[in-house]
């Protein structure tokens, strides 16, 4: 009989990988600072967190406030000039931002409450349409999303007409929305024409501008494919300057396409307006 051996065969151990805790790429020390600021958050008394949200809201409507007062202007300016530039003549002086300003300035009120109760209305239409919108987009396939597009589109037509209307003809808010609903509809076949050719125009342009924006996360991709997510690092700080550069562009021509739009509508309604605003009378004769 053999003799029974105790020895067994010894397999390598390998090392385990630690367990995830979401930290995995960061040094220790880098660790465990994140670890105090979260449990420091943790200490923070809930009312410091209740008055820094109504700060933060209050800061947030403060900057909608100014951007739309800004945004309005902006919009008024360029209706304003094109109008002037318009009528002037081949050899007049150009346009001064002071001329601008001071045509404008009589109309200014109305059109900033024009567009304040548009996004108001804007607001509250979203939070009650939101689930609808939703369950009948969802229902259709995506099919009512899309009619949305043209439904925006021609709002947004009715809203451009309203303000040419207020600072052409300095008429009140609600006449101007009138106003703007007459022309379309007694010149439906013109409006259609001009609003396919500068909304494709516009949706093909602002894609052409937003093409920029794709380079954008191409480093941070390209990091995480090559090396991983250890040196993720790299990729991301390349991503973001790449953004700081392409930004500024993009909203600068996008500014610019939205002045050529408005431009264009500008000089659209008073071509449409041009002839009907002197009707004929039909004077009969007395015998």
Known sequence: ???????????????????????????????????????????????????????????GVIMWFVFLLLGTFGIAGVIKGTSM?????????????????????????????????????EFLLGI?????????????????????????WFIGLILNFTTIAIIEEEQGIFESIGRAWRVIIRNLGNVLLMFLILGIGQLIIGLIIGLPLIIVPVPIIANLVISGVRTIAVGLILSILLLMVFMPVVIFLSGVLRAFILASWTLTYR?????AMVEPTVISEVS
């Open 85 to 121: 530039a318009d009528q002037a003549l081949p050899d007049a002086k150009p346009i001064s931002f002071n001329a601008i300003f001071k045509g404008v300035k009589p109309q200014y009120l109305k059109v900033f409450l024009l567009y304040l109760g548009w996004r108001i209305l």
């Open 128 to 152: 009650f349409l939101i689930i609808p919108i939703i369950i009948l987009a969802a229902c259709t396939c995506g099919i009512f999303a899309l009619l949305l597009v043209p439904i925006g």
């Open 271 to 275: 071509r449409l307006t041009g002839d």
């Open 1 to 59: 009989g053999g003799g029974g051996g105790g020895g067994g065969i010894n397999i390598p151990s390998t090392p385990q990988p630690d367990t995830f805790n979401g930290f995995q790429f960061v040094r220790p020390d880098t660790q465990r600072a994140i670890e105090e600021f979260f449990r420091t958050l943790g200490q923070i008394p809930p009312w410091v967190w209740v008055l820094l949200v109504f700060m933060l809201f209050v800061v």
